[in-house]
Each structure stands twice: as structure tokens, then as C-alpha cells.
Nanobody, 118 residues
Framework: QVQLVESGGGLVQPGGSLRLSCAAS????????MGWYRQALGKQRELVAD???????NYADSVKGRFTISRDNAKNTVYLQMNSLKPEDTAVYYC????????????WGQGTQVTVSS
């Protein structure tokens, strides 16, 4: 089994920054893709960004230029640096681990709330 534990959410003013972290533990099969999704109230869960073990990132258009995803393979940890936050970034952010060679099997963290408000 795989466990994902997120940290770093909170309340921030518009224009501010937050850094999310997610540590994976358990039996982690490679190659894999780690990423972040978010779900705002009343909306569907959407991909924010993901990154392969080779550190090739992929971003949603809405966060390009503001968010940066990175990973530390030795620590099985993925990070999301969020800058220039906007109220529309408010959501529960979920860490995700995807295993392409297992039919894109996905594992999820418990979620961390990010609220952007003045």
C-alpha cells in the first residue's frame, strides 16, 4: 500500500505564497508521476500540476507562471510552490501518485485546505 501525507495548506492573502509538501511511503513502484489536484466547493477535481521522476513538469493553464512543482526522489516527496495566489485558487489540494505501468493506478492524500482571502 501507499500512503500520501500532505502539509502546508492554510489561509493567505491575495498575492501571497504558500508551499505544499507531500511525502509518499509504502511500496512505491517506479516509474511514477506525482502531482497535485484541487477541488473547489461545488466543482470537479482538477489537475493543478504533475511531474515525472525525471522531473518533467506539467501545469494547468490557470497556474502556469505562478506555481512550481518539484520532487525529491530520494525522499519520495513532491512540493508545490504557489506564488501570486488568487481567490480562485481557494480549494482543497490533494496529493496524487500515479503508476502508468499499472494502468494509471492512482493513490490520494487526505487533502489540505488552501484559502486565499483578504
Amino acid at each position: 500500500q501507499v500512503q500520501l501525507v500532505e502539509s502546508g495548506g492554510g489561509l493567505v492573502q491575495p498575492g501571497g505564497s504558500l508551499r505544499l509538501s507531500c511525502a509518499a511511503s509504502g511500496t512505491i513502484i517506479s516509474p511514477n508521476v506525482m502531482g497535485w489536484y484541487r477541488q473547489a466547493l461545488g466543482k470537479q477535481r482538477e489537475l493543478v500540476a504533475d511531474i515525472t521522476r525525471g522531473s518533467s513538469p506539467n501545469y494547468a493553464d490557470s497556474v502556469k507562471g505562478r506555481f512550481t512543482i518539484s520532487r525529491d526522489n530520494a525522499k519520495n516527496t513532491v512540493y508545490l510552490q504557489m506564488n501570486s495566489l488568487k481567490p480562485e485558487d481557494t480549494a482543497v489540494y490533494y496529493c496524487n501518485l500515479r503508476i502508468p505501468i499499472m494502468g494509471n493506478r492512482m493513490y490520494w492524500g487526505q487533502g489540505t485546505q488552501v484559502t486565499v482571502s483578504s
